[in-house]
């Protein structure tokens, strides 16, 4: 294998690192113009539902199920051919959509009692008026997944990295909107989420009318490759993205707790997506096409290098990102959100979430490779057994961390003695209860990445190549070190959230500079060079 998957990776995390620094911004504005109260919390609950659609269409089963085959179409059929299989998923996925989006608009208020239970009227009657502008963002974002995934498999990676800088813009425009005309109200939010829909979809056209590509919709359930895509889709809607649904059980039992627990694991999460926004998700959709391209050219040994490169890759950036976010926590949501309506309470909330779920950093990583190995082979089924027990998982250590907290702490006994035993009352008035809901996620994610490593060994499709045992030392001493320096920073610093931003910024930049030039220097003085990650 070449560099050409290092190449493809460093463009798309290259426009990722666009993407994730626009939404960094519109995070910020977040914070400052409205804070971590409920009405914010009723706009992050509204679009996590077609931000959940987003996931699983762009990063999730769509892509799997598409992208292997249309590859096959690519290897074996006439471009006459792969157009007609083009034309008939959009318009079948168009048709598809239009009647879900009809659905939740017309049952949006019975939809918002479902995923938030526990919002007072105001906060509900918002939700439900959010639920409808915003979920047709689901329908063109994802046909815009779909124009990004044929671009992808054409090794035109550029252009969908960047697209999702446009949804940053408008939300950035419409927050501002909202604090100088229309008096702070979180609805003018998702007029931005409706309109940076319409605009991703239309950025990315260009190019695919530039390869012959642009799509005239054609409904046609009965086409074969329709057919085989929507069988491969159904068991990978939900295999797929068992991250997203955790997170969507999290965020209804995060509506259950204290008001602005859905903001701060919000906030929590966003600074969770530099590592697997920038990385993950670049090394997954770039080592997609190539695994389905070795599999349907019946090419094992290309196919067992590029998962071997995939693998180093993850643990490479894994490894220190979860050291650093645990321990830089404070420092990193005082540095950026500290602001406006986001206090230095506000900041001690979303670093306890952070931290307990940055512990699956090198898990969530290595999922975005292990799922395309069983999907880049049209195996749908064994990453579902994987998720069925990581979504188990989430909800037994859910139920357990609350049971602890309520019981086995004196807060917790406090608070269910007040409520009168009624633990629904209880968990509303336990301060820091959000934080064992992103610990459960990480339990979750961990079991779900040692399973899919453990079944894919089983199928014999990945030999191990050499020098695993020298490249685990290189990068585990870089990341000791890069630890300990970071460590003494901490305990130089250990409150943030007095300072004004220029110190909480220079400071962060000395950090967080001293520890990757530490851990970059270490590995290479240990040998390892940048063409040690083009494969072999």
Same mark, same amino acid.
């Given at each position: 294998?070449?560099?050409?998957?290092?190449?493809?990776?460093?463009?798309?995390?290259?426009? !990722?690192?666009?993407?994730?620094?626009?939404?960094?911004?519109?995070?910020?504005?977040?914070?400052?113009?409205?804070?971590?109260?409920?009405?914010?919390?009723?706009?992050?609950?509204?679009?996590?539902?077609?931000?959940?659609?987003?996931?699983?269409?762009?990063?999730?089963?769509?892509?799997?199920?598409?992208?292997?085959?249309?590859?096959?179409?690519?290897?074996?059929?006439?471009?006459?051919?792969?157009?007609?299989?083009?034309?008939?998923?959009?318009?079948?996925?168009?048709?598809? %959509?239009?009647?879900?989006?009809?659905?939740?608009?017309?049952?949006?208020?019975?939809? &918002?009692?479902?995923?938030?239970?526990?919002?007072?009227?105001?906060?509900?009657?918002?939700? !439900?008026?959010?639920?409808?502008?915003?979920?047709?963002?689901?329908?063109?974002?994802?046909?815009?997944?779909?124009?990004?995934?044929?671009?992808?498999?054409?090794?035109?990676?550029?252009?969908?990295?960047?697209?999702?800088?446009?949804?940053?813009?408008?939300?950035?425009?419409?927050?501002? &909107?909202?604090?100088?005309?229309?008096?702070?109200?979180?609805?003018?939010?998702?007029?931005?989420?409706?309109?940076?829909?319409?605009?991703?979809?239309?950025? @990315?056209?260009?190019?695919?009318?530039?390869?012959?590509?642009?799509?005239?919709?054609?409904?046609?359930?009965?086409?074969?490759?329709?057919?085989?895509?929507?069988?491969?889709?159904?068991?990978?809607?939900?295999?797929?993205?068992?991250? @997203?649904?955790?997170?969507?059980?999290?965020?209804?039992?995060?509506?259950?707790?204290?008001?602005?627990?859905?903001?701060?694991?919000?906030?929590?999460?966003?600074?969770?997506?530099?590592?697997?926004?920038? #990385?993950?998700?670049?090394?997954?959709?770039v080592i997609l096409p190539h695994l389905s391209s070795r599999h349907a050219e019946?090419?094992?040994?290309?196919?067992?290098?590029?998962?071997?490169?995939?693998?180093?890759?993850?643990?490479?950036?894994? %490894?220190?990102?979860?050291?650093? %976010?645990?321990?830089?926590?404070?420092?990193?949501?005082? !540095?950026?959100?500290?602001?406006?309506? #986001?206090?230095?309470?506000?900041?001690?909330?979303?670093?306890?979430?952070?931290?307990?779920?940055?512990?699956?950093?090198?898990?969530?990583?290595?999922?975005?490779? %292990?799922?395309?190995?069983?999907?880049?082979?049209?195996?749908?089924?064994?990453?579902?057994?994987?998720?069925?027990?990581?979504?188990?998982?989430?909800? #037994?250590?859910?139920?357990?961390?609350?049971?602890?907290?309520?019981?086995?702490?004196?807060?917790?006994?406090?608070?269910? @003695?007040?409520?009168?035993?009624?633990?629904?009352?209880?968990?509303?008035?336990?301060?820091?209860?959000?934080?064992?809901?992103?610990?459960?996620?990480?339990?979750?994610?961990?079991?779900?990445?040692?399973?899919?490593?453990?079944?894919?060994?089983?199928?014999?499709?990945?030999?191990?190549?050499?020098?695993?045992?020298?490249?685990?030392?290189?990068?585990?001493?870089? !990341?000791?070190?890069?630890?300990?320096?970071?460590?003494a920073f901490r305990v130089l610093w250990p409150d943030w959230t007095p300072w004004?931003?220029?110190?909480?910024?220079?400071?962060?930049?000395?950090?967080?500079?001293?520890?990757?030039?530490?851990?970059?220097?270490?590995?290479?003085?240990?040998?390892?060079?940048?063409?040690?990650?083009?494969?072999?």
């Amino acid at each position: 294998m070449s560099g050409k998957l290092l190449r493809s990776a460093a463009v798309f995390s290259s426009m !990722t690192f666009l993407s994730r620094l626009s939404g960094l911004v519109r995070d910020q504005v977040y914070a400052s113009v409205f804070g971590a109260g409920g009405m914010m919390d009723a706009f992050f609950v509204a679009f996590r539902i077609p931000n959940f659609m987003r996931r699983l269409s762009a990063e999730g089963s769509f892509s799997m199920a598409f992208v292997p085959v249309l590859a096959e179409y690519k290897a074996t059929r006439s471009a006459a051919e792969v157009k007609a299989l083009v034309d008939r998923v959009a318009g079948t996925l168009t048709a598809a %959509l239009l009647v879900l989006t009809a659905i939740v608009i017309l049952l949006a208020p019975q939809l &918002a009692r479902v995923i938030a239970p526990n919002f007072d009227p105001a906060q509900m009657a918002m939700l !439900t008026d959010l639920l409808r502008v915003t979920f047709p963002y689901a329908l063109f974002i994802s046909l815009a997944s779909l124009v990004g995934a044929i671009l992808n498999s054409y090794q035109r990676f550029a252009i969908p990295a960047l697209s999702p800088v446009l949804l940053n813009l408008a939300m950035i425009t419409a927050a501002l &909107a909202a604090r100088e005309w229309f008096d702070s109200s979180v609805m003018v939010l998702g007029w931005g989420v409706f309109a940076a829909g319409m605009l991703q979809l239309a950025f @990315q056209l260009p190019s695919l009318a530039r390869l012959g590509l642009l799509p005239r919709p054609r409904l046609d359930f009965a086409h074969a490759g329709v057919r085989r895509i929507l069988t491969l889709m159904v068991p990978t809607l939900f295999g797929s993205s068992v991250a @997203q649904v955790n997170l969507l059980l999290n965020t209804w039992v995060a509506a259950l707790l204290v008001s602005g627990s859905v903001s701060w694991l919000y906030y929590s999460d966003r600074l969770l997506e530099f590592p697997l926004g920038m #990385f993950g998700v670049a090394i997954g959709t770039v080592i997609l096409p190539h695994l389905s391209s070795r599999h349907a050219e019946t090419d094992p040994e290309g196919y067992s290098k590029g998962l071997d490169w995939g693998f180093r890759l993850c643990l490479l950036i894994g %490894l220190p990102a979860c050291a650093g %976010l645990i321990l830089c926590a404070q420092p990193l949501l005082s !540095t950026l959100f500290q602001y406006g309506r #986001f206090d230095a309470a506000d900041v001690r909330m979303a670093s306890w979430s952070l931290m307990a779920q940055s512990i699956a950093v090198p898990a969530f990583l290595l999922v975005k490779v %292990l799922a395309p190995a069983f999907y880049s082979r049209q195996d749908t089924r064994t990453p579902v057994k994987a998720a069925v027990v990581a979504v188990l998982t989430n909800a #037994f250590c859910t139920l357990l961390f609350f049971a602890a907290m309520l019981y086995g702490t004196e807060p917790g006994r406090q608070a269910l @003695q007040a409520a009168g035993g009624d633990l629904k009352l209880a968990l509303g008035q336990v301060e820091g209860a959000h934080a064992l809901l992103a610990l459960a996620i990480a339990v979750a994610g961990w079991v779900n990445a040692l399973q899919l490593a453990w079944l894919l060994r089983k199928a014999g499709v990945y030999r191990r190549q050499p020098g695993w045992g020298r490249f685990l030392r290189q990068i585990g001493v870089a !990341t000791v070190a890069m630890t300990l320096v970071v460590l003494a920073f901490r305990v130089l610093w250990p409150d943030w959230t007095p300072w004004a931003w220029w110190d909480r910024g220079w400071r962060l930049a000395v950090m967080v500079g001293a520890g990757g030039a530490l851990y970059a220097g270490l590995l290479w003085a240990q040998g390892i060079r940048p063409r040690d990650l083009r494969g072999h």
